[in-house]
């Protein structure tokens, strides 16, 4: 059984170059969501796609940022002009998307950014 | 507003004893489901147990067991016969039926086990 995979593990990037990274699920699970963590808290929540359905987006997720999932598949998730603040581990998660509070979110190996 | 509080930024337990993360959260709703994660220096978040609000046992999952006092709004892990591999950041977590599907996650907690 193939997990959630995530490109690329890491990125360094000079402030104000735009990134992109990518977020493949578990197959069978309908629902993607995004997460930023910084160092020494928990995750913090971004936004989540039902198939390809953008369903919420949080106030953290500036319109410097976008995510897409065109496909109902794979995700990406792209920061433009990049700011020193962006500096996190971007992580993705994946569940089947049953609605229930039960429902499972599991995470990839995240995408560690660092803006220089 | 939903909110989980983990208040013991490290610990420390002696290999092959029990040891248990606290977790209190704090939401108005009825309906509502309780995480715990693992996360060790690779950065992975390894998903560990599950508990529902309208459970009425307290979930367990091999050495992993949750003590679900709803009244008190605290859903503490407790990790039997610590093994070295146990030493990594618990994280606490919790979704709200009607609030989307996002998780709120509490600020961890950073176990070492000792030899």
């Known amino acids: 059984d193939t997990g959630v995979s995530q490109n690329p593990r890491h990125k360094i990037t000079k402030r104000g170059q735009n990134v992109t990274f990518r977020c493949d699920p578990i197959?069978?699970?309908?629902?993607l969501y995004w997460y930023r963590q910084t160092l020494g808290q928990g995750p913090e929540f971004l936004t989540y796609?039902?198939?390809?359905?953008?369903?919420?987006k949080s106030r953290l997720l500036s319109d410097r940022f976008s995510a897409e999932r065109p496909k109902g598949s794979f995700s990406t998730l792209e920061i433009q002009r990049t700011e020193q603040g962006d500096s996190a581990m971007y992580l993705c998660?994946?569940?089947?998307?049953?609605?229930?509070?039960?429902?499972?979110?599991?995470f990839g190996p995240g995408t560690r950014l660092t803006v220089l | 507003a939903q909110k989980i509080t983990q208040t013991q930024p490290g610990m420390f337990v002696q290999e092959k004893e029990a040891v248990t993360l606290d977790c209190t959260y704090d939401?108005?709703?009825?309906?509502?489901?309780l995480f715990w994660y693992k996360q060790p220096s690779s950065g992975e978040m390894i998903f560990l147990i599950y508990?529902?609000?309208?459970?009425?046992q307290n979930a367990t999952e091999g050495r992993y067991s949750l003590n679900f006092q709803k009244a008190r709004k605290s859903a503490n892990l407790v990790i039997s016969a610590s093994q070295l591999g146990d030493s990594a950041m618990y994280f606490c977590?919790?979704?709200?039926?009607?609030?989307?599907?996002?998780?709120?996650f509490g600020q961890g907690t950073e176990l070492s086990v000792k030899p």
């Open positions: 197959s069978e699970h309908n629902r």
């Open positions: 977590a919790m979704r709200v039926y009607n609030q989307g599907g996002k998780l709120i």
């Open positions: 939401t108005s709703d009825q309906s509502y489901g």
């Open positions: 796609f039902q198939n390809e359905a953008q369903l919420e």
């Open positions: 508990q529902g609000s309208y459970d009425e």
């Open positions: 998660a994946s569940s089947l998307g049953t609605g229930h509070p039960g429902d499972t979110q599991y």
